[in-house]
């Protein structure tokens, strides 16, 4: 399917994130160790946060690991605020419109995973979406509909409602095609000062998801690894799989669960999908 990762912390150079790690997120595009695909050649996308409101995107329908422009790029761009994803199509058109993240206003998405069953349920969960959103929607994958279903639903004023809601629908819309398993994703988005990340599944099999410990307890175990030394004490990585084999550097966000990352602290909710009827019973559009 696809690899991302979500950086917070001190500004960084995006060659230090995308090309140094040892199985930095370039080197996942061609031989990726947990993904379900090993080779995430479908095109890249990075989004990142600077001097303006609206976070910049470079977008590729090229295999990161032969794009000359983001090794340029990457090598001269720092950022505090960093997302940047590998795709391996699950069906929809290599594209740049259909390369991740999204965007939406200061909001950036993107997933791994699948809608299954996909073409049978597109055109109920397409017009679910606020038809004044409708216009904004560029590309043709299960992914752009997923950040559009939740943005209608509130994201900007509580993304884990939203979230919850937009997997609820998937799985009730899916259900009644007979999809057994709508839904598999580990999704990121952020507002450019929060990152929320979310792992889960319909059958409870989600694809890999980690979140980097506190660096300074790293350093401290560590003290002669320069790698630690390049990032700030605050500096937080969600990612689709490790960027190395530093023992104790990474934990497995759990199934079913939410993590919010702010200020260089990250605190792990459950999850559960919030089905339509319910949400209408709280009296929620």
Known sequence: MCRWLAYSGSPVRLDELLYRPANSLVLQSKHARLGAETTNGDGFGVGWYGNVPTPGLFLSTEPAWNDRNLREIAAQLESGHVFAHIRASTGSAVQKTNCHPFRHGRWLWMHNGLIAGFPAVRRELTLAVDPLLFPEIQGSTDSEILFYLAVTFGLEADP????????????????????????????????????????????????????????????????????????????????????????????????????????????????TPVAPATAAADGVR
């Open 160 to 271: 884990v409602a939203a979230v919850a809601r937009t997997v609820g629908l998937v799985e009730e819309v899916g259900r009644r095609h007979s999809v057994v398993n709508p839904i598999q994703m580990t999704v990121a988005t952020t507002d450019g000062e929060t990152t929320w990340a979310f792992r889960y599944s319909s059958e409870a099999r989600s694809r890999s998801l980690f979140h980097s410990v506190d660096l300074s307890t790293l350093r401290h175990q560590y003290p002669d690894n320069p790698a630690l030394h390049v990032l700030s004490d605050d500096a937080r990585l969600v990612v689709s799989e490790p960027l190395g084999d530093l023992r104790g550097a990474w934990r497995e966000v759990p199934e079913s669960t939410c993590i919010v990352v702010h200020g260089g602290r990250e605190e792990l909710r459950p999850f």
